[in-house]
């Protein structure tokens, strides 16, 4: 039983033609994360939602941006995508923002600039 | 910063055999919770193993234990009768107790041979 969903799994855009990738959870946490893993690297948190508080990390790229319309969706924005954006952007949620509470991770989206 | 280092890109152990991936972290935080997640090729990732900082005994999880060394700032991870479907790469990670603040490692990818 998938508990964190994305959509698509693999998605192809154009350099600089905005994409937007998916993500819901039926777990119905609190937090909401989107990372970009690029090839072999680990995974680098570019911000989070708690409830419908946004956090956004210093060093995430000002084209990046997400949306979170209700507690099950988020979206990831990419307003102009560069070549250096192509990897793969992993989508999490925990039940609270603190403690040990594990992040549950979707499949991914592979993203392709051409 | 925190930092988490992994000091073994690749490892490889023979089917039943014991296993050991390696984790330090650097940190003056003295209450912080660590993980080792597991990302299979192409699956998504999940946890493994979590251990509070603030507990002395070592996680046990069925075939997966760590070895928590504080004073030295060290987590590994030991898999015992490894299995064929163990194969996948490996992220130790940090994460504080004040905030949100989560690191992973470089990650560990994990052969397992028949």
């Known amino acids: 039983d998938a508990m964190v969903i994305q959509n698509p799994r693999y998605q192809v855009t154009q350099f600089g033609k905005p994409v937007t990738l998916s993500c819901s959870q039926t777990?119905?946490?609190?937090?909401m994360y989107w990372y970009q893993q690029k090839s072999s690297q680990a995974p680098k948190l570019l911000f989070h939602y708690y409830d419908k508080d946004f956090n956004n990390e210093a060093d995430t790229p000002d084209n990046f941006q997400s949306r979170r319309p209700n507690t099950s969706f988020c979206f990831l924005d990419i307003r102009s995508p560069g070549l250096g954006d192509a990897a793969m952007y992993l989508c999490?949620?925990?039940?609270?923002?603190?403690?040990?509470?594990?992040?549950?991770f979707g499949d991914g989206t592979r993203l392709s600039i051409l | 910063a925190q930092t988490v280092t992994q000091s073994q890109p690749e490892m490889s152990v023979q089917e039943a055999e014991t296993v050991t991936l390696s984790c330090t972290y650097d940190?003056?935080?003295?209450?912080?919770?660590l993980f080792w997640y597991k990302q299979p090729p192409s699956r998504q990732m999940i946890l493994v193993i979590r251990q509070e900082a603030y507990k002395q005994q070592n996680a046990t999880e069925n075939r997966f234990s760590v070895n928590f060394q504080k004073a030295a700032k060290s987590f590994s991870l030991k898999i015992s009768d490894s299995q064929l479907g163990d194969a996948a790469m490996y992220f130790c990670?940090?994460?504080?107790?004040?905030?949100?603040?989560?690191?992973f490692g470089a990650g560990t990818r994990l052969t397992v041979k028949p």
């Open positions: 940190t003056s935080e003295s209450d912080y919770y």
């Open positions: 990670a940090y994460r504080s107790a004040a905030n949100n603040d989560m690191r």
């Open positions: 777990l119905n946490h609190n937090v």
């Open positions: 999490a949620t925990s039940r609270e923002i603190v403690g040990s509470q594990p992040q549950h």
